[in-house]
């Protein structure tokens, strides 16, 4: 189980209980009556509005045979996540400073400017001025941004 919740920290519980459902081909609306919850209450966490309580993820466990605190930790490691973009968010010299035109496709303070360094550098390097160029060089370091690229010049020959 500990190398598979290093590999799902920080995901909602509510996702990895909806995989589970489907996996096993049970209805959320089916399954929760079962357990004794309401419907909109399951559909509200498979969604990630709302977070997992401690009663809610032992009736779960215990109907999916599953073991006893593992949607309670995963509530735990999303929780934590959610403090520390939190915590970046408020503390500026956490992320460059960059357009948020570059990222008109999502939310600026939902960026974890660490683990998708690779997907940033190449929008900056990609759609970005020079100054936005610089900015980036500048956070994560020229020799980061160089492997970076430098990677992504490399053909890929999958197909």
């Given amino acids: 189980m ?21 996996k096993r081909n049970f209805s959320k609306a089916q399954f929760a009556l079962s357990i004794g919850e309401y419907p909109q209450t399951l559909g509200a966490i498979t969604k990630g509005k709302r977070n997992m309580n401690t009663a809610l993820a032992l009736k779960i466990e215990q109907a999916l045979d599953m073991e006893e605190g593992y949607f ?4 735990v490691f999303f929780e934590i996540k959610m403090e520390k973009l939190k915590q970046h ?7 460059p400073k960059l ?5 008109w496709d ?5 960026i974890d400017w660490q683990k998708q360094k690779r997907a940033v550098i190449q929008r900056v390097f990609e759609r970005g001025n020079d100054q936005e160029k610089q900015e980036v060089i500048r956070f994560y370091g020229n020799t980061v941004v160089e ?3 430098k ?9």
């Fill in 151 to 159: 990677y992504k010049s490399i053909p890929n020959n999958d197909t």
């Fill in 89 to 95: 968010s408020n503390n500026s010299s956490d992320h």
């Fill in 99 to 103: 357009r948020r035109l570059l990222f």
């Fill in 147 to 149: 492997n970076i690229l």
């Fill in 72 to 75: 309670m930790i995963l509530q």
């Fill in 106 to 110: 999502t939310r600026m303070e939902k």
């Fill in 2 to 22: 500990n190398e598979e919740l290093s590999i799902l920290k920080g995901i909602h519980p509510g996702i990895i209980l909806e995989r589970e459902l489907r």
